[in-house]
């Protein structure tokens, strides 16, 4: 079999059938409840996690850890064995995750055996998936690993992640965002917006209810010219539908991916986040310009 494997890991949340339809490998991380570690997508669902997650004690939270150097040398020995002519990996931004590290440090251990390119997502969640399944199916076209490798890069530029969250505790709490920001959050009892911004996690605006984090997300999808793909993320919201239809009734969105929050990003974020992910088609124009939304700052304005 001749082509260009793509792996990712877990914290992609892509759809467990559509990563076996694109024939993507996932590296699982893995979570740990004190000292019980299980294995995401390997033996933990996401229903699973939040259901494990309510029976925490406050304020307890799970840990997440990247794979090792070994579980992506795994991969890609397997695909050398199954006769792909290199690998194409795609991994949670640097900024967030020493994944990227783990997946590099691989590279160097089956460097005699399969040529492997590793890239940084710059993103989380169905941001990085985005990416993956761009490369998956540039590489079921018949592209070189350099061709899959070059895609992969440049759709990095091209895809954006933004979400509403109940809170920014969890995310203050596992270092992923200033104290100060979620010490405002939590002394307004906002409902705040955030976005993936330089691979990095950041505080987008902030809302005094749900319903209004909700409606200026669902507005923002106005801001962004055709979109190449589209998902939308669910982290066990009961209001999921309700945010959906509101995209929906605003933009006609062609074949829109369904992706799960799993446990790894819903560790950060909590229990109740919504979002989108998307790629906006090429035009020529550079991430940050392409990404320039008329927001609110970080001012509870409503």
Known sequence: ??????????????????????????????????????????????DEFWSRCAALAAPALPETAAPSPGAFQEAYLKAHKEGYEGVVVV????????????????????????????????????????????????????????????????????????????????????????????????????????????GKIESESKHRTRGRSLDYLAQRVNNYGEFER????????????IFKDKVLAQREIKDPIFADIGPIIGTHIGLGAVGIAFTVVASGSNKNENNAVDG???????
Do not use: C, W
Request: a negative charge; zero cysteines; charged letters at 25%.
């Open 91 to 198: 991994t949670l931004s640097s900024e967030v995750s020493s994944t990227y590290q783990s997946a590099l440090q691989a590279k160097d251990l089956v460097a005699d055996q399969i040529p492997v390119e590793v890239v940084d997502s710059r993103s989380v969640s169905a941001g990085e998936g985005l990416v993956a399944i761009a490369a998956a199916e540039h590489s079921k076209s018949g592209a070189s690993l350099e061709e899959v490798k070059k895609l992969a890069k440049e759709v990095v530029e091209r895809t954006f992640v933004t979400g509403t969250i109940d809170t920014l505790e969890n995310l203050r709490r596992g270092g992923r965002i200033s104290n100060g920001s979620a010490f405002v959050g939590s002394l307004l009892s906002i409902k705040p917006v955030v976005e993936v911004r330089e």
């Open 296 to 302: 609110e700052g970080d001012n509870p304005a409503d």
């Open 1 to 46: 079999m001749a082509g260009i494997q793509v792996v990712t890991d877990s914290g992609s949340d892509i759809p467990p059938q559509l990563a076996k339809d694109l024939g993507i490998t996932i590296v699982s991380l893995s979570v740990r409840f004190g000292n019980d570690e299980v294995v995401d997508t390997v033996s933990l669902t996401p």
């Open 230 to 241: 589209f998902a939308f993320l669910n982290g066990g919201a009961k209001d999921f539908d």
